[in-house]
């Protein structure tokens, strides 16, 4: 394998000859003495109406050459510096920024010149000049340094009736069909109060309710007011942890007809879209909140702020966006 340098127009040229005559993309990396992925990035990066150009995709990588090296481009640009400024005070990540930037110049709305990756955003976010500003305080985690995140386990309880996720059938696992649901609570000071969640597998669209109690009752009652609320194509199961708050989860089949599975204890990574919004929410109400000062319409703007920010998953549209645009769907269809 040769040491590692960017493609040559030369290389370049040969690659779009043997592409368009049906050569494997593997006997192309061997002919070049490339990786097999080198090549498959670099032919789908490149197409134009799904055909490889030599041409267009040297002038492609000189541009990306060219733009790389603009490391200052947020200080150059008050626009872009003041739309990430926004979108950090509203929440968004570094990722969900540029993949909207860049949704947008797709779309027109936005020059080519005003996109930056999210790279860039965090070096300019972490860079010493910058410093004074705290700008990492606007992050998900607020660390002044980029570290890895690790989910917290769940404790177990014996929950009568309880159907596991791996009876889960597969419509529900590869997010075909709208309408399942994953649940959770966050919970406050001392385990006492918290708020129960409800994510959407599908359009990743955030309910939360506050639960003075963190009780299998109050539990309930909270996924009622989510549910009861929606039309019945729009809830048809949720997938919920082994705490002993989901006791009455037999309850939500008797009454609304949703079947409740439950995830293998200490395997958050099961649930990972609840997860991960109970970690947008704690950006809002960290741990040890008390939350008998909070209020319920304080959740719900929160709760809006979140569902309106654009997910890299969803194509950098919002959870609203693809939660209406089911909706309507299912309830076309009757």
């Known amino acids: 394998m040769k040491p590692h340098h960017k493609l040559s127009s030369q290389e370049r040229d040969k690659i779009a000859y043997w592409h368009a005559i049906g050569t494997r993309i593997r006997e192309i990396a061997r002919r070049l003495e490339r990786s097999p992925s080198s090549i498959s990035s670099e032919i789908k990066r490149n197409r134009v109406d799904g055909i490889y150009h030599s041409i267009h995709a040297h002038k492609a990588a000189i541009a990306r050459k060219q733009h790389s090296h603009k490391k200052y481009l947020l ?16 929440g968004w990540s570094p990722e969900q920024i540029a993949g909207r930037l860049k949704k947008e110049i797709h779309e027109g709305k936005r020059p080519q010149s005003e996109y930056i990756n999210h790279e860039s955003i965090y070096q300019y976010i972490y860079d010493e000049k910058q410093r004074p500003l705290r700008l990492w305080e606007k992050l998900a985690r607020s660390h002044r340094k980029r570290q890895r995140w690790l989910g917290r386990r769940s404790w177990s309880a014996k929950i009568p ?17 709208f309408g399942h649901w994953e649940g959770d609570t966050v919970v406050g000071d001392k385990h006492k109060t918290g708020i129960h969640t409800e994510v959407e597998r599908v359009s990743r669209m955030l309910f939360a309710e506050q639960i003075p109690r963190v009780r299998a009752q109050e539990t309930y009652l909270a996924q009622m007011n989510i549910f009861s609320m929606l039309p019945k194509q729009a809830r048809k199961t949720t997938t919920v942890d082994n705490g002993s708050e989901n006791m009455l989860h037999t309850k939500l089949r008797d009454d609304l007809a949703i079947q409740t599975y439950f995830a293998d204890p200490y395997s958050s990574w099961q649930r990972g879209t609840n997860e991960y919004a109970n970690g947008l929410l704690r950006r809002y109400f960290p741990k040890r909140t008390d939350f008998r ?22 194509h950098y549209n919002t959870p609203r966006e693809v939660f209406n645009e089911h909706l309507f769907q299912v309830l076309q269809i009757g």
């Open 75 to 90: 200080k150059n640009n008050t626009i872009l510096t003041s739309y990430l400024l926004d979108k950090l005070d509203s």
């Open 293 to 314: 000062f909070v209020t319920q319409q304080s959740i719900n703007d929160v709760v809006h702020q979140i569902n309106n920010i654009p997910r890299k998953v969803l």
């Open 161 to 177: 009736h309880r159907v596991s996720i791996r009876e889960r059938p597969d419509t529900i696992n590869t997010r075909e069909e």
